[in-house]
């Protein structure tokens, strides 16, 4: 018997790399059950009156858009269907592109007009720091809007938002790692009695049970939360225009499944080479 | 083919427009350097050394560009000179607001004029290495940063940290996340207040010894030893948990690239002849989609390379 | 309710294993009514001794001596309020309480008091990983993490890094040093030739071997990679912050059939780390590493007193659920207030 | 001098940090007696970010310089480094290009009318190289990792030890409770047992971790902001 160090790893990636494509090609999909979480995230959002003002901010990168976009572009497809006004900001230095190019396919199909209905921001540097500032005074943070290059009181959203967190009715966060959900929580969440909604990678998610439903009123937890959460805004938004999101995600949970079987094989197998091996030497 | 599920009409060579359908030309760029970084799982390739070096200077300028606005542009440029800027308020006679604090203009140019004076110190290095001058500004940044922290995580990451776990004491059920883990339907566990009370019990044990695993200067007594033993086992449960958490992550990343993959095997991407309207494209057409051409280029390269030269340096 | 413990067990094979989490209910019944019971009899005596008055005024008075002294006499900017934020107080006491607490065991440690530090199988391993490379002619790399010198953890990796390089200089062995940040690299480079210096080996520091790559995350992450794919060094040193890079560095320096020595305080990627390399430095161990490596009093006394903090850390944690359990049994009690309010508990 | 003005530097920066992090912030810095503590953090932090950004160049020339030293001596994979440096530049000026022309209008266009260097939309080349070369770059190097986490389970998984099967165990029960078929398959155990480590098990090791992690961090913090430790700055 071969023992464990002989074995040529790539015999896994290749197993594991065919049995991705091979699923993800047939693209069979199921609906999921709705957990509380999620159902929380989208009753929040949900409640909230015509016209209020909510804060996304993106905080993730290309590396990590897999698990958070399909969130990203679930919350805005649903604020928009809502009515709400966004106010979009970013501290992740690689997520503005995401954000524009999100929003320059979403916001015509709810007829949403820039400067009124949603305005974006930019990247601000300074991670905590960065949200702090934010939080103290909105317009010190950003003289100037990114996409026109607009001064703050131009715009009449942000003429709304005034200066403080208090017209702001929720903070919503899609965090990738650091500076993200936490340091949101830490830098506003508890001081300006904001209510905070989340979408987070899976890496993330174990940390945040301590927060929901006191600091955090709901959150998103890796593809699971997002394909939970598309099935749910695929009522609300325009006319199917997230229909193809939700089946892709559907889908992808199925190839989680078994791709997590093939891991608990590797275990098995591992340990049965090295249980043999340990016999015959 | 089952590939091509959906199907795009047509698809442009080059378009800067980011919204509509991906150009053709993108595709090609984005299939080649998706399947290049990839290459490297067999071996170290000429396709993921050319991979590597167009990320790292593509990601050094990103980057770049990104402080050049913000960490330039802004705080010394537009702060200075710009519209509203320190030097207009000079002229104007106003006040300048340094974190809510009114300060004269002229103190607020003299302050920035120091910063620019000390990050030309910093750039020195690069004619002067061994001179003292960049060590200044290092020492400012050591000095804020490090104060930062040590302020920062004692608060949230001890004091506070410490204060909430007494949030949820061991007797008070509707405290801590537990009815609420009921909730979830995959998640669920029965509302047993009793078996509640053990967990909370196995959790508090959990803590202290696994702190007690990170005492180093106390002679270790049996009883010491043994209390950092059960540390050990509770932070191997930890990492191992953590370790299956991850693994969901992990995987979604992946299948979102052969997902984005499958996408650009549309017929509308195929280098081939354009079909006939409501033919079906064939296989010859799929074949010449980006992904799938791509990754028979780079297959068939590396499998010759085999073939020609066994230099020993494959990364079994 | 909870159901008979030992009945379950005779039930179906899935329904046993109930019958197991039932049994281990059991006994957390019978714990939580052991605590139960405690919290009964101590209330009975607290509530007693404020019968008799002297507890409840003298908290009463404590509180509003506190009040006064935060608020002032009513004046705005006068009081404490307008000086400190108050709400960080506990803060400032930790700190300074710590910061004496430093100063007293560094002086002992100074004045010749020994103090032995337990033994970390991966801080060995550091000598033997350089010894390793030096006897195969290949290079060590030193990974001093991705964050950015705003993180004090790579603060500490470059004082840890004088070290590595000290050692290499010694041995004669190469040390490469990829850095993500070009404030770390300016750091790493005069670590590296303080580290030459202390050897007594100025000539050893290589400028070229200390290079930034990008401040791109997995751009870095690809280029130490490559590093790792074609230098072949034959010992991976990595200490610092990392994040999700930690496996693809680890995974490729073990394909590269490298030694490998990880450690960071970041809880997330520790796990990678204890799966994917030989050794590894956990948690606060990082911390404790250049007074291990060095034995240095004053840096010894410094872990001391962290030990120190712990063992009232470990008494306060103890005291805290205790208390916090009684409170909730029996509120209404009032000076549990000055003890919970101490930890930062606003009932 | 020359030895002692970095570190008295240190010191005096870490008290005004930390002076301002614990004076009061309840009303107007400006009629707090220690108000202008909060202005003494905000242009420190304003500072730090310059010198930042201006590092920058210290490591492109280190790039640079030694990519340039590998492709005048011909030495291994000199082409890359070519291809490295292309790129870099190349994007660099396409960058600064539309950043200027975007902020204050050059060649012909004005603030108001921003044009691109291609006419459409304000950063609209940055943004194409960014989604198609530099986005499946950075969310395929992530993606290797489902590759390694599974090599790396099959060969770290094994009962070796105590610790180790221990290790096995749970992250075996914890891969089965995250997905709706193990949890299935095991009759919602795995599920249940998922949350209970999660909350509790793991709770507690992250949590010790995270203690004593920061008192490390005060500790070491505490050195520098004292102008003890002085190591890290070649003394």
Same mark, same amino acid.
Not at chain 3, 134 to 143: C, D, H, N, Q
Not at chain 3, 172 to 187: A, E, N, Q, Y
Not at chain 4, 73 to 87: Q, T
């Given at each position: ?10 015999? #896994? ?41 909510? !804060? ?14 399909? !969130?990203?572009?679930?919350? #805005? ?8 006004? #966004? ?5 992740w ?9 999100r ?27 960065? !949200?702090?500032? #934010? ?24 003429r ?39 979408g ?56 989680q ?25 | ?19 509509g ?25 000429p ?16 980057f ?15 702060? /200075? ?35 620019? /004076? ?14 003292w ?6 020492a ?23 204060g ?33 009370v053990?967990?909370k019990?196995?959790f ?24 950092s033993?059960?540390g ?19 995987i979604?990343? /992946? ?14 991407y ?34 010759l ?12 | ?106 002086r002992?440690?100074?004045?010749g ?56 200089a010694?041995y ?16 790493a ?18 400028k ?38 930690s ?32 050794y ?53 009690l ?14 | ?56 160049i ?14 005048s ?15 870099l ?31 459409q ?45 221990l ?5 075996a029960?914890?891969?089965l ?8 398959l ?38 520098i902001?004292?102008?003890?430790e ?6």
């Open positions: 018997m071969a023992s464990v160090h002989d074995f040529d790893r790539r015999w #896994i990636f290749l197993i594991m790399g065919l049995l991705v494509v091979g699923l993800v090609a047939a693209g069979i999909s199921a609906p999921m059950p709705v957990s509380e979480y999620v159902d929380s995230y989208f009753a929040t959002i949900d409640k909230l009156p015509e016209g209020s003002i909510v !804060m996304v901010s993106a905080d993730f990168d290309p590396a990590s858009a897999a698990e958070l976009l399909p !969130m990203y572009t679930g919350t #805005i497809h649903h604020l928009l269907a809502k009515k709400m006004r #966004i106010v979009n900001v970013c501290t230095p690689a997520a503005p592109p995401y954000t524009a190019s929003f320059a396919e979403i916001a015509p199909m709810y007829d949403a007009v820039y400067g009124e209905d949603w305005v974006e921001l930019g990247f601000l540097p300074g991670d905590d720091v960065a !949200m702090g500032t #934010i939080g103290q005074s909105l317009r010190s943070a950003y003289p100037r809007e990114t996409k026109n290059n607009m001064a703050y009181d131009d715009v009449p959203l942000l709304d938002c005034g200066d403080s967190m208090g017209n702001i009715e929720l903070l919503i966060t899609m965090s990738a790692g650091y500076p993200g959900i936490l340091e949101w929580i830490a830098q506003v969440g508890g001081r300006y009695e904001i209510e905070l909604l989340a987070t990678t899976a890496v993330q998610t174990p940390d945040l049970f301590a927060f929901y439903p006191s600091q955090l009123s709901g959150f998103l937890g890796a593809a699971t939360g997002a394909t939970q959460y598309l099935q749910l805004v695929d009522d609300v938004a325009i006319d199917g225009s997230v229909t193809a999101d939700k089946e892709t995600q559907q889908s992808r949970m199925l190839v499944t078994w791709a997590h079987y093939f891991m608990i094989l590797l275990i098995i197998v591992g340990n049965v080479i090295y249980f043999t091996g340990r016999k015959s030497s | 083919m089952f590939l091509a599920l959906q199907d795009v009409a047509s698809a442009p060579w080059f378009s800067l427009d980011l919204t359908t991906p150009d053709i030309s993108g595709a090609i760029l984005y299939c080649f350097f998706t399947l290049a970084v990839f290459s490297f799982l067999y071996k170290d390739n396709f993921y050394k050319l991979a590597e070096h167009v990320f790292v200077g593509l990601g050094t300028a990103y770049t560009l990104q402080y050049y606005d913000e960490g330039i542009l802004q705080p010394v440029y537009e702060y /200075l000179f710009g519209e509203g800027g320190v030097i207009e308020k000079m002229e104007t006679s106003g006040i300048v607001e340094i974190g809510g604090y009114s300060v004269d203009p002229v103190m607020a140019l003299v302050f920035r004029g120091i910063a620019g /004076l000390l990050a030309v110190m910093l750039v020195m290095r690069l004619f002067a290495p061994n001179s001058m960049p060590r200044l500004p290092l400012v940044m050591v000095g804020v940063y490090a104060a930062l922290k040590m302020t920062g995580e004692t608060q949230s990451k001890l004091v506070l940290f410490v909430n776990m007494f949030k949820d004491p061991i007797t008070n059920s509707n405290l801590l996340s537990w009815s609420e883990l009921t909730a979830q339907p995959s998640w669920r566990i029965e509302n047993w207040e009793a078996f509640f053990f967990s019990i196995v508090f044990v959990g803590l202290l010894s696994a702190l007690t695993h990170f005492i180093f200067t106390y002679r270790r007594t049996k009883v010491l030893a043994g209390i033993k059960v050990v086992i509770t932070l191997m449960i930890t990492f191992g948990a953590m370790f299956g958490f991850t693994v969901l992550g992990r979604a990343l /992946l299948i979102e690239r052969v997902d984005e993959m499958k996408s650009y095997t549309a017929s509308a195929s280098l081939g002849p354009a079909p006939a309207a409501g033919q079906d494209p064939g296989v010859l057409s799929l074949m010449l989609t980006p992904p799938i051409l791509i990754s028979v280029i780079i297959i068939a390269v590396l499998a390379g085999i073939g020609i030269k066994k230099d020993g340096r494959a990364n079994a | 309710m909870i159901a008979p413990p030992i009945a379950g067990l005779l039930d179906m094979p899935h329904q046993s294993l109930a019958g197991l989490v039932q049994a281990l209910s059991g006994l957390g019944e019978l714990v939580g009514q052991g605590l139960a019971r405690i919290n009964l009899i101590a209330a009975q005596a607290v509530t007693q001794s404020a019968d008799e008055g002297a507890g409840e005024s003298m908290v009463d008075s404590l509180w509003a001596w506190l009040d006064r002294i935060k608020e002032g006499n009513g004046d705005p900017g006068a009081g404490l309020q307008a000086w400190a934020d108050t709400e960080k107080l506990p803060t400032l006491i930790s700190i300074v309480v710590f910061g004496i607490l430093m100063f007293i065991y560094q002992q440690a100074k004045a008091k020994e103090i032995n530090i337990r033994r970390i199988a991966g801080l060995d391993a550091l000598d033997e990983a350089i010894g390793r490379a030096t006897e195969m002619g290949r290079p060590v790399l030193y990974v001093p993490g991705i964050d950015e010198i705003k993180e004090i953890q790579t603060i500490y990796s470059m004082m840890i890094l004088r070290h590595v390089a000290q050692k290499t010694e004669g062995t190469d040390l490469i040093v990829p850095v993500r940040d070009s404030v770390v690299m300016t750091f480079e005069e670590a590296v030739k303080s580290g030459c210096m202390d050897a007594g080996r100025p000539d050893a520091f290589v070229d071997n200390v290079r930034y790559l990008s401040n791109e995350q997995f751009a870095y992450c690809a280029g130490v990679a490559g590093i790792m794919a074609r230098e072949k060094p034959a010992a991976n040193i990595m200490l610092g912050m990392f994040f999700a890079e496996l693809i560095l680890a995974e490729t320096g073990f394909m590269s059939g490298a030694i490998q020595v990880a450690g960071t305080a970041k809880q997330h990627q520790l796990p990678f780390f204890v799966a994917a390399c030989d590894t430095i956990i948690g606060e161990e990082y911390f404790a590493v250049t007074a291990y490596l060095t034995k240095e009093p004053g840096l010894v006394g410094t872990i001391r007193a962290g030990d120190f903090t712990k063992i009232i850390g470990t008494a306060l944690i103890v005291l805290g659920v205790v208390l916090a359990t009684v409170y909730a049994e029996t509120p209404g009032t000076w549990h207030d000055v003890i919970l309010r101490l930890y930062g508990i606003d009932k | 001098m020359k030895r002692e003005l970095p570190i008295l530097l240190t010191v005096l920066c870490g008290l005004g940090i930390t002076m301002a992090f614990f004076s009061s912030s309840a009303g107007d810095p400006d009629d707090l007696p220690l108000g202008w503590t909060k202005a003494v953090n905000s242009e420190l932090l304003a500072w730090a970010l310059v010198f930042f950004s201006v590092a920058f210290l490591g492109i020339s280190n790039l640079v310089r030694i990519s340039l030293k590998t492709i001596s011909r030495g291994e994979d000199w082409p890359y480094k070519a291809v490295m440096l292309i790129v530049f190349g994007y660099l000026g396409i960058g600064l290009m539309e950043i200027h022309q975007q902020r204050y209008g050059f060649f012909g266009s004005t603030e108001d009318a921003v044009v691109g260097i291609a006419g939309g304000e950063r609209a080349m940055r943004d194409w190289v960014y989604f198609k070369v530099f986005v499946p770059l950075q969310a395929t190097m992530f993606s290797l990792l489902a590759f390694f986490i599974a090599s790396a389970a099959f060969r770290a998984f094994r009962a070796r030890s105590l610790e180790s099967t290790l096995l165990t749970a992250g029960v914890i891969m409770g995250q997905v709706p078929g193990g949890d299935e095991t009759f919602g155990y795995a599920g249940r047992a998922l949350a209970f480590t999660m909350t509790y098990i793991n709770g507690a090791g992250q949590k010790a971790i995270i203690i004593g992690a920061t008192l490390g961090v005060l500790a070491t913090g505490l050195r902001v004292l102008g003890i002085r190591s890290y700055l070649s003394e």
